[in-house]
């Protein structure tokens, strides 16, 4: 999976600053590697490099046209959108399927292409549309033009909403902070508790623990706090990686907790490795009771259309149902959002991808 943040300038400003601090903006959707594009006249650069942007060095290219790119597992997946430089020109392409976001911009006379629109805000620019799936932009000194557009069935990742994009971004219309409010929301609809204190998990559970909790009127607190330095454990590949990394990411103020009845509302349960140290954690800091709701269906499946969560052994729910992973766990209640309701809360546009979510035969389960 690519992320990814173009530029354009009519004006022949340099932009590849402009771009860099995009990708800055994206940094969440992956830490493998990134890839820097940048054009002027007949001049052009290219500079790869693995980890986070912030270890890219300040360019001393001057760039009218500028594209970067921000990789999650580095293989190639036939529906990712497609940006690339081509003579003066920058083309774009949205996947037919629309499974991954790609939007529009501008910053005074610069277009700006990004995965995310968050991204174009960050950078001071005006969102303009969504590209639609199927279709294709070419962008050059004449300015934009739509070159084709073929338009298919429609499958927008509900992972995007639940995890990888931010909640200031917009997906097809609707605010990612608007359908994780309205998943806490479903949450306390399919499953009332009574409990002293409803916490969030950083970052994604943290909108939807809040909505719970006024949806509830029970009190929320701030009580894991997340080591700002330490990103995303979802998109670490090795496992004694990401269990080391879980350790350092989450620490609990365990006063907040102690003899208390506790609500733990997440975005999802891949693994089960970030949930069960959580558990464990509460209950040697004294919690009475921690009840555990995701904001996700269950995941059944490894392979999302361009996100790969491993081997189907690795899930969690391989060959558990709700009680054995209640069990497993060592919490009082488990539930998962419906599909139904997932869908509603992220707009009910009726074209979802929902692979990951779909139980298969019992020996896929």
Known sequence: MKSIFACYSLNQDDVSDLMILGLHALQHRGEDGFKLDMKNNDEQLSVHGQGLVSTIKQPTF?????????????????????????????????HGSGLRPLCLGKLNHT???????????????????????????????????????????????LFEYIYLARPDSKLDGTLVYDSRVAMGKALYQECKIEADVVIGVPDSGVIAGLSYAQSAQIPYEKALIKNKYIHRTFITQKEKTRKLKVDMKLRLIDSLVVNKRIILVDDSIVRGIT???????????????VHVLVTAPIIYTSTEQ?????????LYSYQKDIE???????????HFLSLENLKKSCGNLNYYEDNFYKERTRNDV
């Open 62 to 94: 001057v760039a009218d046209m500028a594209l970067g790119v921000i990789d999650y597992q580095q293989h190639d997946d036939t529906f990712e959108n497609q940006v690339f430089i081509e003579k003066d020109n920058l083309v774009v392409k949205r």
């Open 324 to 334: 054995a992973m209640k069990k497993d766990l060592d919490c009082e209640t488990l």
């Open 275 to 289: 949930m069960k140290h959580l558990v464990k954690m509460f209950r040697e800091a004294g919690a009475k009771e």
């Open 111 to 157: 277009w700006i292409i990004s995965t995310e629109s968050c991204a174009i805000q960050s950078v001071g620019g005006r969102f303009i549309k969504d590209v639609l799936p199927g279709e294709t932009l070419l962008i050059n000194s004449n300015g934009i033009q739509q070159l084709s557009y073929q338009s298919q069935q429609q499958t927008l990742s």
């Open 306 to 314: 361009g996100i790969d969560v491993g081997d189907s052994k690795n």
